[in-house]
């Protein structure tokens, strides 16, 4: 489960209180989950105050996840101030492994609701860039293979949900007939990120080359894998 920061509600109008909003996609192809709220697997933390659980009173908080579901305005939190100390707030998701997402509201910066501009879309600054996890491609009775990771610069977003699809993270091969490929990563982690893929393909003369296109931020990146392993590079490697 992802939470997703979408806007602030009240600082245009300049109400007296502003809500912090927020939605959350379910990315994974999983079965139902529930999150008891509030517990350390489903909670909301003050920004600045981050070791230091938030029970908002009053607050309807998701628990329950479908499979494959979003909501773009999920609920809304009171803040206790609009600008200053108490004007952030951010939703805490544990997957159940030690690994936990955030997604924040400050009222000073967020999107304002009125606007209406918010989305459930990740507003990425910079390109994530795929990449080889292997010096060479692995070729054994005409099946290529490599492992592939990525690095996505985004610190600010803890993670970004880009679909496969043509254009924007897909596979393809040339000099090659179309091929069928395992189901590539969506989800990608901010920093350096090895072994999150690994491909295959038919390559009959090894002459076949994959590339792994993936946009972001309006920006077209590859990797290329068309070297062949040999006894030399793998001395080397």
Known sequence: M???ALCVEGRVSKSSVCYAHFGYRVLEPIFNVTLAYPSERNALLYADD????WVAPNVSVPTHFAP??????AFRVPLPACSG????????????????????????SEEPCESGNYTLDERLALPITPLLDE?????VNGTCAIRMGYYNPNSNTPVAFVPQAQPGNYLYVTDSAPQTF???PNLFFAGRVRDAYEAKWACPTGAEVLHWSLTTAGVAREAVARTVCTASLLIGS
């Open 2 to 4: 992802a939470p997703v």
């Open 50 to 53: 981050t070791p230091s659980t």
């Open 68 to 73: 494959n579901a979003s909501l773009a305005d």
């Open 85 to 108: 100390p108490g004007s952030s707030v951010a939703w805490q998701l544990g997957d159940g492994l030690g690994r936990y997402l955030q997604a924040e509201v400050d009222a000073e």
């Open 135 to 139: 010096g060479c491609v692995r070729r």
């Open 182 to 184: 395992a189901p590539l």
